[in-house]
């Protein structure tokens, strides 16, 4: 059983704050891994993709992601209330096809 | 425009009723995908085609049936749903459904279902 966990919050931060969203998976065979933005009443948003250990950044958000601890986690600086949303960690498993695998999501809240 | 556009946005439909989803992805893509998002729970896969074939079927009741024409649209076709289908329905689509790495899912804007 192939599985994302994250803490579905709600997450509360104040404007201009570090948000920090945290994401687990269960199966080793996982090969990439990717964040998504979903504004209420919207469809998910891609923001960020990872496929090695280490951090990537691209502008306000790093993405984290260790293999060996089979976590990976997205930080958002600078947070703005337009940040706010539910952030969708998926986990891709390639083995046998582009099967991608989501969490339930984290409600996250900036409060002006 | 969006790369991948859904209609219709609302569908309010009766449990006797025929409706269908429409998918369409402008991004040049092979691999299509149907998902669904309920309150609470995480996105379930539905459907994958590839180059117009179906890979996956991922124990859906056949009151939802799929068809992919061609590589740019997918259709779900809706009958005799019931109370419990009541979500939002999620089209997707990639490059390739085998690629082994590298490969990104792009979501159209999803077809809101209520069933009555």
């Known amino acids: 059983q192939k599985e994302v966990e994250q803490n579905s919050g709600p997450l509360s931060v104040p404007e201009g704050a570090i948000a920090s969203l945290n994401c687990t998976y269960s199966?080793?065979?996982?090969?990439?891994f990717f964040w998504y933005r979903q504004y209420s009443g919207k469809s998910p948003e891609l923001i960020m993709s990872i496929y090695s250990n280490g951090d990537k950044e691209d502008g306000r958000f790093t993405a984290q992601l260790n293999k060996a601890s089979q976590y990976v986690s997205l930080l958002i600086r600078d947070s703005q209330p337009s940040d706010s949303a539910t952030y969708l960690c998926a986990v891709n498993y390639s083995r046998t096809g582009n099967q991608f695998y989501f969490g339930t999501g984290t409600s996250l809240t900036v409060i002006p | 425009e969006t790369g991948v556009t859904q209609t219709p946005r609302h569908l309010v439909m009766g449990m006797t009723n025929k409706k269908s989803l429409k998918c369409e992805q402008h991004?040049?893509?092979?691999?299509m995908y149907w998902y669904k998002q309920s309150a609470k729970k995480p996105l379930e896969l539905m459907f994958v085609y590839n180059f117009k074939e179906q890979t996956e079927n991922n124990s859906v009741p056949s009151r939802f049936s799929p068809e992919c024409p061609n590589s740019s649209h997918l259709f779900l076709h809706l009958h005799t749903l019931q109370p419990e289908d009541s979500a939002l329905y999620l089209c997707a689509s990639s490059q390739e459904y085998f690629q082994i790495s590298g490969n990104t899912i792009y979501f159209g804007e999803g077809s809101w279902l209520t069933v009555v």
């Open positions: 199966d080793r065979g996982s090969q990439s």
């Open positions: 991004l040049g893509h092979n691999a």
